[in-house]
């Protein structure tokens, strides 16, 4: 079946190393999407790409980067200039005309934390 | 004040009642979409609707643009439907990014 796998499912870091999470998605999705999640907030958005070899910033892009060298791979790293990286992170996708025309996919997440 | 607000944030119910989850936004929209996700983490899209009311099995959608609300519907509640549920709105100022609400806790007992 199609759809998104994000690995690990848990991570432990400690402070001071970078650590890349991966999203990868057999669903055909131009559009590609990491999303950050805290306590009693919505999803913030970090970095979000339309085509391969192009990602734009979002919301809360510092202390984070990411790559699309292929349409079904999006991996984030999280460097250690993110000063709180403790959270939940959800990859999701979306068909041709995005988020205006289609429902997003989301992967199952993963939880970081930092020791 | 955040551009999306949903009400209530926790909700109780016991099985087989009727349950109303409200999303309230402040800016134009070109969509809106409602998610579910479950306590392991996992996020599932429901609907996404830009006018007028979507059913999905015991799921109903409705939005009124004009007055900047849609509401999410469950019949006949069941204690699988526990979740939290995720309002979202693409602003038209920037259809690229989602804005999200901070969710309705929803708990149905059997």
């Known amino acids: 079946d199609g759809g998104i796998t994000q690995s690990p499912k848990y991570l432990f870091r400690k402070e001071g190393q970078n650590v890349t999470l991966s999203c990868e998605q057999n669903?055909?999705?131009?559009?590609m999407y990491w999303y950050r999640q805290d306590p009693g907030q919505g999803l913030r958005l970090i970095y979000y790409s339309q085509i391969v070899n192009d990602f734009q910033k979002g919301d809360i892009a510092e202390g984070y980067s990411v790559s699309r060298e292929k349409k079904e791979s999006f991996p984030l790293t999280v460097t250690s200039a993110q000063k709180n990286p403790t959270a939940f992170y959800l990859c999701?996708?979306?068909?041709?005309?995005?988020?205006?025309?289609?429902?997003?996919?989301f992967g199952a997440g993963s939880r970081l934390t930092v020791l | 004040k955040n551009e999306v607000e949903q009400s209530p944030q926790n909700l109780t119910a016991q099985e087989g009642e009727f349950i109303t989850i409200n999303c309230s936004y402040s800016v134009g929209i070109s969509a809106l979409h409602w998610l579910q996700q479950h306590p392991g983490g996992g996020i599932v899209s429901l609907f996404m609707?830009?006018?007028g009311k979507k059913k999905h099995g015991r799921l109903i959608a409705t939005i009124n643009i004009q007055e900047k609300h849609s509401s999410l519907h469950i019949t006949a509640s069941h204690p699988r439907d526990s979740a939290v549920y995720i309002c979202a709105v693409l602003p038209s100022y920037n259809t690229d990014k989602l804005i999200f609400g901070t969710g309705t806790r929803l708990q149905v007992f059997p």
């Open positions: 999701a996708s979306s068909g041709v005309g995005g988020p205006g025309a289609n429902v997003l996919t």
């Open positions: 669903l055909n999705h131009d559009a």
């Open positions: 609707l830009s006018s």
